[in-house]
């Protein structure tokens, strides 16, 4: 369908489906807070669920009990990042790689912390009542000149979307407005193995400017 030229879960006819900004602290866990974040928008989007009724799922969950079990600890493992291939959010589809772990907790029950936890609070965290996805998936159309447009249309349907980004001196000097970067067109194949260090959350876009 027809794209509008700006789109925004934090402001949907005046409500917002998606949480504030998060901090990750110290530990190299960005994947979980993208990973988290895309579960999250999806998830209040689904339900109806906005302002502070918005879910809250726990990053910890991801990046260190899942983290800390196999296939995941393979991909991902508490505050040292992730790879190419998301299994953090894998780790939310049920029945997903078969561990009976996946899905995630609510941060009420696990919360955010960027240090490894006790054995024992990680054991605890397997009691928790989770909630799990049916699937996920990859945007990634056989031309790159077509992303942008795919990644709008699945904010739109699906809600938010998780990404990486290369954070790069321009990111780092951000400081408000309108980021800018030349470094814009991958040179990976597949273009979604081009380098980058940071998972972030798009929960809109405004084309203009």
């Not at 669920?49 to 079990?69: K, R, T």
Request: proline letters at 5%; charged letters at 15%; one cysteine or more.
């Amino acid at each position: 369908k027809a794209l509008p030229a700006s789109f925004d879960w934090r402001n949907q006819s005046g409500k917002s489906y998606i949480g504030a900004v998060r901090d990750q602290g110290s530990a190299g866990s960005c994947y979980s807070f993208g990973a988290c974040a895309a579960a999250e928008g999806t998830y209040n989007f689904a339900h109806g669920l906005y302002g502070s009724n918005c879910v809250d799922f726990s990053e910890s969950y991801i990046a260190w009990s899942l983290g800390s079990i196999s296939p995941y600890t393979e991909h991902f493992s508490g505050g040292d990042g992730a790879d190419y291939d998301y299994f953090e959010l894998q780790a939310l589809i049920t029945p997903g790689l078969g561990t009976g772990r996946e899905g995630v907790c609510f941060e009420a029950a696990f919360p955010y912390q960027d240090t490894q936890p006790s054995a024992s609070r990680i054991e605890e965290s397997w009691t928790h009542p989770r909630v799990s996805f049916s699937d996920w998936g990859r945007v990634y159309p056989a031309n790159y000149s077509d992303a942008t447009a795919e990644i709008k249309m699945a904010i739109l349907a699906y809600g938010v979307v998780d990404a990486a980004v290369l954070t790069t001196s321009a990111f780092d000097a951000y400081d408000s407005g309108v980021f800018e970067d030349t470094n814009t067109v991958p040179s990976a194949n597949p273009y979604y193995y081009e380098s980058t260090d940071h998972a972030i959350a798009l929960v809109g876009w405004d084309d203009s400017p």
